[in-house]
């Protein structure tokens, strides 16, 4: 076989062959979704009425202690300061935009990842640069791992010319398609997973799996489009990370209120794909989930979708004091605070650090805060003509050329990247 | 009469709807304990119950999609739209499903879809924008976009009790800055027709929504070096009311259409269009259109402001336009 049509094809059949002989020989279905988390909480939120309010209401145990840190399988000392060094960046940041905000330095509104910095710094922590990430608005530590900094996102927020976006988008919607390989998200949620499955697929047609990781909400995981994103990932087993954020809220309206499974992991049975749980608060476990499903995905083996559980710790932005959030659920998750967790783990149980250690590593993330603030306060707003260009991509703003590799064409063809230059035919 | 903001009007509306008539219900995302992201629905879960105003997964698509069913079975459903910028995500449902039922199969569809739309908030290309012009171009729904508080209470009545789809476009900017008497009492403002927002002589300017408060200050400056701006404030976008247009042209001969939505394939070309066909002869100089930018909504104020059309605009258009 010499072409790359049949090659495609064997490859399908070894793909299906290996499925197949993996299913059981019975006809009974067992499906198993592994939860890493050391303590399973089984909290639910419902409306009640009362008294002519309606309010929401929790149920649950709320008493239980705060379990360890799972050790990592694949994190060295170094590699987990790291990681927690990007988390206390990401919360830091976030202070000093807060702070921002307060001065009337901001344009809009702030949004906050509290509470889930170990799911965004410890999940793209295991992209390789080369490979892809979609954030959504709350990632805004996944854009720091991917190489972005915090005055980027300050700049955003102030809605300066030096942007990213140079002022046409706020927040966390920015993206890069040369260096850091993050894809802008949009705000309508869910439609970032067809896209990330798209990278995939590209880099596939130039020869390479990669692992390609976005995110989804509680919430977002209700639209279509998250459906359509993940099963066409999974027929073309292309190698999407869908790392499932679930903080029991969306906006006001509690999990509980946005699908009926126990665990959202539960809907990879239904895609024919690995689903696993995470605790949120847990960077190790975070990363070990999204390590080992870039691995798969690496091996070309197609998607995973991994369920990390947390809570919001903060309104859904910074104009909502989220009164409707029952008072006991602040306390109980308070205590499972993600840095706070992997400081001690690192402090005192692994004694990786010393405690000066740990305050000069500290001063490092507020110094860089406070450089980084000076500069996005200090530099200029846009020019209004700036508003105009750029709709289209013209007069060679962009060369378009394969990521990877040039795909393989037939034997025999003469086709290259871009194709030969045609006739202009005008009539 | 009492005071009331834009915003206050339409949930005075929708209250009173649901308080006269049983068919009528809301559903969408977070509009029952935390009274919607604008707060238009607040209060409803503890009057009306969560069977009546429902907290909805995020799933535009199916939260028309079941409106539609639930119209099918006679119920009015109001359907909000956390920003109208999402309407997207249920295109389909709307142009397709809804837009075509009753030509293809004589279903009604006596549904609402409102929420809010526009700029000049600094919102940024996914929550500033103006997508009237999508459903203008799709036959079968009615497209609704009051300037006042007074109109949006009777709108948003007229549109509930209307046997069509209505999708209703709140501009959120004018939610909290404007105010005026609205009556306690149960009236409707009828849909399909336009009103004059200030009497002139020299000149129409035909607009909507936000942009009729451009026009009106613009006319203060202008009434002072001595021209009198007539103002048509649209209130429907679909269907049109050709009959107003026709009839401030015959009065002034003169038309600037503002709007801010992007000026390729805008509603002024439509109106151009009708002048064209129905007031040629009473035409006194060029049709003039002032919109926003073909490019997306820039979140930047500076570059916001650029790409909105502004007060200055319509001053230096009506001075050239009276010079013709
Ligand atoms: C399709 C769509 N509908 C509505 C919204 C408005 N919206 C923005 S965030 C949000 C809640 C999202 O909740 P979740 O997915 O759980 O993410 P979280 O905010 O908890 O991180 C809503 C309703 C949106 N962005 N996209
Ligand atoms: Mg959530």
Redesign the pocket.
Known sequence: MDDAEPQMAKKQKERLAAKSAQAPGTNQRTYTIPDHRLEKPSITIRQVRKAGKVSYEVTGDLSATVPPIRESRYLSKKQCIEIYRWMLLNRKMETALENLYKQGKVVGGVYFGLGQEACSCASAYALHKDEWMGPLIRNQGSTLVRGFSPRDIMMQYMAKAGSPTRGRDASSHFGDIKDRNVVAPISTLGDLLPVLAGVALGARLQGRNIAVMTYI???GQSTGVTYEGLNFAAVQDLGLVLFV?N????YSTPADMQFRVKDLAERAISYGIPGVIVDGTDACQVYDAAHEACERARRGQGPTLIEAKMM?MKGHAIHDAADYVPKPLFEYWRKRDPIARFENFLLNVKKWLTPTENRELIAGVDQQLEADRDFAVASPMPEPESAAGGVYCEHGCHEIKPKYAIPKARKGSVASPGGTEAAVHLK | MPQLTYLEAIRQGIWEEMERDPTVFCLGEDIGIYGGAFKVTDGFIDRFGPERVIDTPIAESAIVGAAFGASLTGMRPVVEFQFMDFIGCAFNQIVNMVAKAHYRWGAPAPLVIRGPSGGNVHGGPFHSQNPEMWFVHAPGLKVVCPASAYDAKGLIKAAIRDNNPVIFFEHKYLYRRTKEEVPAEDYIVPLGKARIAREGRDLSIITYAAMVHTALEAAETLSREGIDLEIVDLRTLAPLDREAIVATLRKTGKVIILHEHARTGGLAGEIAAIINEDAFNHLDGPIVRIAAQDSPVPFSPPQEEYFLPQVSDVLREARRLRAY
Do not use: K, Q, V
């Not at chain 1, 903080?247 to 969306?250: G, P, V, Y």
């Open positions: 909400g509680d919430g954020e903080n029991l809220w969306a919001r």
